[in-house]
């Protein structure tokens, strides 16, 4: 399948993008590109390949849950645009 520019700014109007004619038609052949790329890809035999989630076998770190108090009140106060001197104070949101 080949792209065109009309086939371009359908998907970018799916994708709710704002695409000028001139764009569409520089992707065009791009796109085009990477589904013929995905064609080649597609038609590799996989069958005696194990899957796996990731080529990078690493361990995840990890550190102990623990709560811990660094910053004071105020210190996290001082941040905020507007607070009551104990809490936040964010726009009501009905």
């Known amino acids: 399948m080949t792209m065109t520019a009309d086939d371009v700014a359908r998907i970018a109007h ?3 993008l704002e695409l000028t004619p001139e764009k569409a038609a520089l992707f065009a052949p ?3 590109q990477v589904l013929a790329y995905m064609d ?3 038609q590799v035999d ?3 390949v194990e899957p796996l989630y990731s080529p990078v076998e ?3 770190l990890t550190r102990p849950d623990e709560a811990r108090r660094e910053y004071s009140r ?3 106060l001082a941040n905020a645009p507007e607070t009551d001197g ?3 104070i964010v726009p009501k949101i009905v």
């Open 86 to 88: 104990q809490f936040f």
């Open 46 to 48: 996989t069958s005696a």
């Open 74 to 76: 105020d210190e996290v």
């Open 40 to 42: 080649t890809l597609g």
């Open 30 to 32: 791009q796109l085009d």
């Open 14 to 16: 799916l994708a709710r």
């Open 58 to 60: 690493h361990a995840a």
